[in-house]
């Protein structure tokens, strides 16, 4: 499992970063989502769903490899 983040449908609202600062960041350039940790172990597969359920833009999502 992988986290994929699409930038431009992103809108830099952060809930990411506040919910997985282990796994996300912000760019400083445009304040878009990073992906710190593409294939996260278990408990971070959890919050990466978790993240990926409550992005207003639902930019993120976690999909088989």
Known sequence: ?????????????????????????QSEADGTVLVLVERPDKDGLEQARYAAHICPSQALSVEDD
């Open 1 to 25: 499992m992988r986290i994929v983040a699409d930038t431009t449908r992103c809108v830099g609202a952060g809930q990411c970063v506040l919910t997985a600062p282990d796994l996300f960041d």
